[in-house]
């Protein structure tokens, strides 16, 4: 269980991080002297990077998780050792990829819940959390104020989960980057084993 809640607390900072940098950056796009299109553009563009960004880093997480497991089965084959329970948690698991990025996503999917009920009924409360919802929704801030900037406490609610679902889903492509990455590794192997089969032997 460390290792779920290591994962999910590294979902969490790297939301965040993402939300403040894209939040300083999409003060850009306010900039009324930028065309409409550049400033749409500059929106847009930001948060494909907080995107990817988050699925990349996801598949760091998910192929340095399955690289751990094959190297731990490795070992327990040749000793004949099993891996402890904690050795397992640290084990590739779509379930720990899946839940851990709805954990780390909760905090903002249930401000931005609250926000969108309280734009409905007003109140004070609304004034005090939207700055709050509108530092976490830094990410996608920018493109909601220029297209839809009226219905921006309601659309901020499915957006919550757009860079959770980038992690997650960069995490269950893990195992499919490191076979990857093993196949480019064996056909580096073979072209040494060429190239050093091509060199001639000196004479002495």
Do not use: C
């Not at 269980?1 to 940098?21: P, Q």
């Not at 099993?82 to 990829?97: A, L, N, Q």
């Not at 220029?146 to 492509?173: K, N, Q, S």
Request: aromatic content about 10%; overall charge positive; glycine content about 12%.
């Amino acid at each position: 269980m460390k290792d779920f809640w290591r994962y999910t607390a590294g979902v969490f900072l790297g939301m965040a991080a993402v939300s403040l940098i894209a939040l300083f950056l999409s003060l850009a796009a306010f900039d009324e002297g930028l065309w409409l299109w550049l400033r749409v553009l500059l929106s847009v563009l930001l948060m494909l990077a907080g995107l990817y960004f988050g699925m990349y880093s996801g598949i760091l997480r998910g192929r340095k998780d399955k690289m751990y497991e094959i190297s731990m089965e490795k070992q327990r084959q040749e000793r004949g050792v099993g891996p402890s329970e904690e050795e397992k948690g640290r084990y590739f698991s779509p379930k720990k990829g899946i839940l851990g990025a709805l954990i780390a996503a909760a905090p903002g999917l249930l401000l931005a819940a609250l926000v969108s009920v309280l734009s409905l009924t007003g109140g004070g409360l609304q004034m005090v959390l939207q700055p709050v919802l509108r530092l976490q929704m830094g990410l996608y801030l920018g493109l909601v104020e220029l297209a839809v900037p009226g219905l921006a406490p309601h659309i901020f609610l499915p957006l919550t989960l757009l860079l959770p679902a980038a992690f997650a889903l960069g995490y269950l492509d893990g195992p499919n980057q490191y076979a990857k990455m093993m196949k480019q590794i064996e056909r580096g192997k073979r072209r040494r084993r060429r190239r050093r089969r091509r060199v001639p032997k000196q004479e002495g």
